[in-house]
């Protein structure tokens, strides 16, 4: 299978764990992909300040990044995640939608290397973010 | 003081509940459904990360509640993903390898079947505010 139509990948609205987030589809340009993570109270992780948990970006960007990589190799195919960092810039302001940016920054025969920011009202002032890796399981190490 | 023990409405989400032990900060059981579903019969990455941090963060609380307290703020997480998490109850632990006056550092495992097979694992920098 070749060609990848992030369009019509996107008409899909997420199930799984995706779904149960509230994830859903943002943008795209030039070799980025954008997901948005709209603020609900079921994703706080500090009920003292209304902040987000942590665990639904990494979800989140963990998606976006992923995405870029099928955009990148015009391919949709499975990979596994070997890695991911997440460093938290600062905290996401309490109900605002987080959107998760993901590029490809590399790709060789079997990985993929991906990076991102998160932010929640310009690109300029991100509130994460994120580098990792992608094996990608078509691949013939 | 006691240690807290109410989990944040995220935990509540991916239907987290804690083990207690004796003398040791609870373990985690992550149940398997549609709310932590990534692939066809896969747990989400997404889920098994927020896992480990939830494990992470009840460690740190455990140990910090022995000392008298204080708040907790993510400074960064690396997730290792080592086997893919299947149609099955997910466990995880963490350990605080060191809490200093300001920065903790800790890790946490998630396992299914046995715990020397772990599906995922994650190190944890946090910055601590003592009370």
Redesign the interface.
Known sequence: MSGFNIDAFMAHRFGGHAGALGIVYHGRGDGWVELALPYTDALIGDPDSGVLASGPIIALMDMATSIAVWVARDRFAPQATLDLRVDYLRPAVPGRTVIGRGECLRLTRSIAFVRGIAYDETPDDPLAHVAGTFMLMDANA | MTPPT?L???????GISLTPRDGAAPTLVLPFR??????PGF?????I???L??AAIVSLRYALAEEGGGRI?????????MR?GRDKPTHAEGIVTRLGTRIANVEAVAWQDDRAKPIASARMNYLIVRD
């Open positions: 109410g944040p409405p995220y935990a509540e989400l991916l549609d709310a932590v579903l990534g692939r747990l989400h990455g997404g889920a990360a927020g896992l941090e939830v703020k993510p400074v960064n997480v690396t997730v290792d993903f893919g």
